[in-house]
């Protein structure tokens, strides 16, 4: 799991763990992927090579099962008496589309050759593999999950003086709550 933090920014991960409990139907729209232009082979080939230095393939790794399993799910709330067919087929499933979740990371790679030239690219390259983006590589993910945790403890501790306010400015209006 600490890897998939090299790759996400706080927001993301929030994000993602957030919609992650939410049956597919309660999630929100997602909004159209933008048009991509077709990066240079050489923007491609490091744009992956950043993504496995970062092992952005573990934040995906289970999209095939995890999809099939969640489809399956929602099929059987309204279709009980299929069950077992129905777990028979998500095997059959997930074993056709094995292997899909590579799509993932190409799809990434063409995103960060969008993002940035070959020169930066390169140059991000050269970066990570250095002492420093060595460092970057190693730290970042414990640094993003302090952060988060310090995150949580804050919005705890400010949702407890928000309701106070609430309280106080009801009291004001001689309700109490």
């Known amino acids: 799991?600490?890897?998939?933090?090299?790759?996400?920014?706080?927001?993301g991960i929030v994000l993602a763990v957030a919609l992650a409990g939410l049956p597919a139907g309660a999630q929100p729209q997602q909004q159209a992927a933008p048009t991509l232009k077709p990066g240079?082979?050489?923007?491609?080939a490091a744009a992956k090579e950043?993504?496995?230095m970062k092992n952005a393939s573990a934040m995906y790794a289970n999209a095939v099962?995890?999809?099939?399993?969640?489809?399956?799910?929602?099929?059987?709330?309204?279709?009980?008496n299929y069950?077992?067919?129905?777990?028979?087929?998500a095997v059959i499933v997930a074993q056709k589309l094995a292997g899909r979740e590579k799509e993932i990371g190409d799809g990434m790679a063409q995103i960060y050759a969008n993002e940035f030239t070959e020169q930066e690219l390169k140059d991000l390259v050269t970066f990570y593999k250095s002492p420093l983006g060595q460092k970057l590589l190693a730290s970042?993910?414990?640094a993003i999950q302090f952060?988060?945790?310090y995150m949580n403890q804050w919005a705890q501790q400010f949702a407890e003086i928000v309701n106070g306010e609430f309280?106080?400015?009801?009291r004001k209006r001689g309700k109490q709550i």
């Open 1 to 11: 799991m600490k890897s998939v933090f090299r790759m996400l920014p706080a927001a």
């Open 40 to 44: 240079s082979p050489a923007a491609i």
């Open 50 to 52: 950043i993504l496995a």
């Open 65 to 80: 099962p995890n999809i099939v399993q969640q489809t399956k799910d929602t099929l059987l709330q309204t279709n009980l």
């Open 83 to 89: 069950q077992k067919d129905l777990n028979e087929v």
């Open 140 to 142: 970042e993910p414990r």
């Open 147 to 149: 952060s988060m945790s």
């Open 167 to 170: 309280r106080a400015e009801m």
